[in-house]
């Protein structure tokens, strides 16, 4: 089967770092995403990865263990802009570019 | 360029009646896909299409239909309209590599 967990909620201080996990067990593996989508907005591209290791992206960074099925979003000096639902999706096999994605964290930053 | 562009943004329908939602892209993009989200959830696809005149099902297509006659157009259709179709609807496209989805502003659709 095909499988995306992430958590349903978190909450944060504003300037803090908080940390958003995903776990995936997907039949294929060509890459995992992240997007960001503000409430009553479309998803937006955040990052991509498709070798094990951080990808950093000014205060956005992006872990991936390809071994463990593992991902993780790190968000620094946390804004209040940045409260909005955060959702990692994996692009499996073949090359229909289907994604498929969690149900999506969504993060409350408070002052 | 507009991206991916949708209409409506907002629409009403009573139960058993029929719509088109319409979806665009000017970004010469092959690969087109329909999405659902529901209240708090992911998003679940609909259909998808890799290139005009070729379309395919995804995970939750009951219900829907649609077509693939431009590179740059992806209308769905709603066919006898049901309280559970009530859902935001987005489009997106990708070029396929690396694989980036980009999405339409989305459209509201409840369905009374």
């Known amino acids: 089967g095909q499988n995306i967990d992430q958590p349903t909620e978190m909450t944060a201080t504003e300037g803090a770092i908080v940390q958003i996990n995903c776990t995936y067990q997907t039949s294929g593996f060509n890459g995992l995403f992240w997007y960001q989508q503000h409430a009553g907005e479309a998803p937006t591209f955040l990052s991509y990865?498709?070798?094990?290791g951080l990808e950093e992206k000014g205060r956005f960074s992006s872990f991936l263990s390809r071994s463990k099925g593992y991902s993780y979003l790190l968000l620094k000096e946390l804004q209040m802009k940045d409260s909005a639902s955060y959702l990692c999706?994996?692009?499996?096999?073949?090359?229909?570019?289907?994604?498929?994605f969690g149900q999506g964290t969504t993060l409350q930053v408070k002052p | 360029n507009a991206g991916v562009t949708q209409t409506p943004k907002f629409r009403i329908l009573k139960i058993g009646q029929s719509m088109t939602l319409q979806c665009a892209q000017d970004?010469?993009?092959?690969?087109m896909y329909w999405y659902r989200q529901d209240p708090g959830m992911g998003l679940k696809l609909i259909y998808y299409?890799?290139?005009?005149?070729?379309?395919d099902k995804g995970e939750v297509p009951n219900g829907y239909n649609v077509s693939r006659s431009t590179t740059e157009d992806f209308p769905l259709r709603l066919e006898l309209a049901a309280p559970s179709q009530t859902s935001v609807y987005f489009c997106a496209s990708t070029s396929g590599e690396p694989n980036t989805q980009y999405f339409g502003p989305g459209t509201r659709l409840t369905v009374l």
């Open positions: 970004m010469n993009h092959n690969y």
């Open positions: 990865n498709v070798l094990d």
């Open positions: 999706a994996v692009y499996g096999s073949g090359n229909t570019g289907k994604l498929i």
């Open positions: 299409s890799v290139g005009a005149g070729i379309t």
